[in-house]
T-cell receptor
Framework: DAKTTQPNSMESNEEEPVHLPCNHS???????IHWYRQLPSQGPEYVIH???SNVNNRMASLAIAEDRKSSTLILHRATLRDAAVYYC?????????????FGKGTLLTVNP | DTAVSQTPKYLVTQMGNDKSIKCEQN?????MYWYKQDSKKFLKIMFS???????INETVPNRFSPKSPDKAHLNLHINSLELGDSAVYFC?????????????FGPGTRLTVL
């Protein structure tokens, strides 16, 4: 599986936008980029995914670089409830794509 | 209504005992998973069942045996528990797709082996 690199931690202030980066320089043409997050003492939850084009949903936006070697998860207005570990995960084709391969993720702290 | 539920939420037991964790999903999904999150917070896949058939079996000691009586349930039985088995175990489910399916996770079962 292609690997991802994320900063260990980031900090933000409440109601400000947050840009969480992810590098995936060895991504293949068919790999999807997924983001999950894990709030304290909870199971991971899906945030968003994309292939080539930028994507928006009610939780966040995903900006994918033109060469697809990096992507950025954007939280438009961070709230205290967004404090979590955010995971950037690549999913390729074939049987290995059934599982989610979690890295260390980015611990997002949101200050009031 | 809880989409993916696990019981028990907490499990404290002695080394050498046998224990089971149960998982149920009411989402109508065809695939279920068990993940383990260790003390360093690394999350790793253990098993996956699709329509009651095993499709993922990572390098897990054979003391761990998953059982899927039907598509909505995936239980995890652990024999001869060891200290290193202490972790949080998460169940998840999805409608299996090609790299795009969303996995829904349960709240986790914190297992402590003394």
């Amino acid at each position: 599986d292609a690997k991802t690199t994320q900063p260990n931690s980031m900090e933000s202030n409440e109601e400000e936008p947050v840009h969480l980066p992810c590098n995936h320089s060895t991504i293949s043409g068919t790999d999807y980029i997924h983001w999950y997050r894990q709030l304290p003492s909870q199971g991971p939850e899906y945030v968003i995914h994309g292939l080539t084009s930028n994507v928006n949903n009610r939780m966040a936006s995903l900006a994918i670089a033109e060469d697809r070697k990096s992507s950025t998860l954007i939280l438009h207005r961070a709230t205290l409830r967004d404090a979590a570990v955010y995971y950037c995960i690549l999913r390729g084709s074939g049987g290995s794509n059934y599982k989610l391969t979690f890295g260390k993720g980015t611990l997002l702290t949101v200050n009031p | 209504d809880t989409a993916v539920s696990q019981t028990p939420k907490y499990l404290v037991t002695q080394m050498g005992n046998d224990k089971s964790i149960k998982c149920e999903q009411n989402l109508g999904h065809d695939t279920m998973y068990w993940y383990k999150q260790d003390s360093k917070k690394f999350l790793k896949i253990m098993f996956s069942y699709n329509n009651k058939e095993l499709i993922i079996n990572e390098t897990v000691p054979n003391r761990f045996s998953p059982k899927s009586p039907d598509k909505a349930h995936l239980n995890l039985h652990i024999n001869s528990l060891e200290l290193g088995d202490s972790a949080v175990y998460f169940c998840a489910s999805s409608q299996l797709g090609d790299r795009t399916d969303t996995q829904y996770f349960g709240p986790g079962t914190r297992l402590t082996v003394l």
